[in-house]
């Protein structure tokens, strides 16, 4: 049944520009690693996307690999973008990737050409597109000459089934290299995904520096820390959760974390909002990143998360806290 967007909907987002590029990202994007797969209610996945597109997140996420089983994810998207959203792919900013396990054999992993050719003309049959918008090379691969992969991407372009090109997960040096190959063969380096929340700093120290220099977006994931920097954990471990899952994201990492947890959400009530959006605000803080790429297992929990968009500043102190917390 097509669905009528709320006609407000970009009122309700704010976006911002892709590094140097032309192209504009909502500050929230949403990811489809968990909860958009064959064993996920295909309702409530339903109701996620389109709930989203009507709070003016435009931007989805994907990756070869995301399900389970692996593939499934894209299956139901594109499903569900035909039979709710049709008419509006112009709307819309779809990425997938490849660089991770996805099938069996020499030819299903890592950064040969001939993986990332294969795997995106997977992608585009399951998700019945005719592009993407971003592809990624999802991981660096020690192995292949980096030229190799950055061709493959260059050539995905020119062939007109991606719009633009990422990486992700590569290192500052891996990062300044692959964009200049990049510009070398006319297609720019968009974006590049990291991960990134208050638990893992890692980008601090050279790669949001080198994507300055270099004119290129960012979009962080896991900025919830998998859930962690919410008040999902803050009395117990919830059946439905993710670390009920023990796959990626461990009850015992979640115990260890909640000491600084449990400190940062009294500091987030004292803001007045949820730990969750001042996670948000803490990652979108930094000039360099473009959006926060969230995931959510309701609709409840992406409308708390949008409301980060009503109180994204820190003063110098709250800044301050958070690093003691965080050291402690
Ligand atoms: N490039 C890469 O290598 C890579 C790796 C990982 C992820 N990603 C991308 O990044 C996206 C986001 O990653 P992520 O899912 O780890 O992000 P995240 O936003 O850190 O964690 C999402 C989880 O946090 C919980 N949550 C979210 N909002 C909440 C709220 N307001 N209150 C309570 N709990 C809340 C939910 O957990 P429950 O399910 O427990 O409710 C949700 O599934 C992925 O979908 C994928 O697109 C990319």
């Excluded at 209610?41 to 996307?49: D, H, T």
């Excluded at 120290?205 to 919830?224: H, K, Q, R, Y």
């Amino acid at each position: 049944m097509h669905h009528q967007p709320d006609s407000s909907r970009y009122a309700h987002m704010k976006y911002r520009r892709c590094g140097k590029s032309g192209l504009f990202l909502p500050r929230l994007s949403l990811g489809l690693w968990h909860n958009f797969g064959d064993i996920d209610s295909q309702e409530n996945a339903r109701s996620l996307i389109l709930r989203a597109f009507d709070l003016g997140i435009t931007h989805f996420d994907l990756a070869n690999n995301y399900g389970p089983p692996p593939g499934s994810a894209e299956s139901n998207f594109g499903r569900i973008l035909r039979e709710n959203l049709a008419g509006h792919r112009d709307d819309l900013i779809v990425s997938t990737k490849a660089g991770y396990f996805m099938y069996d054999g020499p030819y299903g992993d890592w950064g040969s050409r001939k993986y990332l050719l294969a795997s995106l003309d997977q992608s585009l049959r399951r998700l019945q597109l005719d592009y993407v918008d971003i592809f990624y090379h999802h991981r660096p691969d020690p192995n292949t000459p980096l030229e190799e992969t950055m061709t493959a991407l260059d050539h995905l372009v020119r062939q007109g089934k991606a719009l633009y090109v990422g990486i992700s997960n590569y290192k500052p040096e891996e990062t300044r290299q692959a964009a200049a190959i990049l510009r070398r063969l006319g297609t720019p380096c968009l974006i590049h995904q990291p991960k990134y929340n208050m638990f893992e700093r890692t980008i601090e120290s050279g790669l949001t520096s080198a994507l300055a220099d270099e004119g290129i977006g960012c979009i962080v994931f896991s900025p919830l820390a998998q859930g962690q920097l919410t008040d999902r954990y803050l009395h117990e471990i919830p059946k439905d959760s993710r670390a009920t899952r023990q796959q990626f994201l461990k009850t015992d990492a979640v115990e260890k974390n909640l000491p600084r947890i449990r400190a940062l959400h009294a500091l987030a009530e004292k803001r007045g909002q949820p730990l969750a959006d001042m996670a948000l605000a803490w990652v979108l803080r930094l000039p360099e990143i473009t959006s926060a790429l969230i995931g959510v297992s309701s609709t409840a929990q992406l409308e708390t998360n949008v409301k980060v968009l009503d109180r994204l500043d820190f003063s110098p102190q709250e800044l301050a806290e958070i690093d003691r917390i965080l050291a402690s």
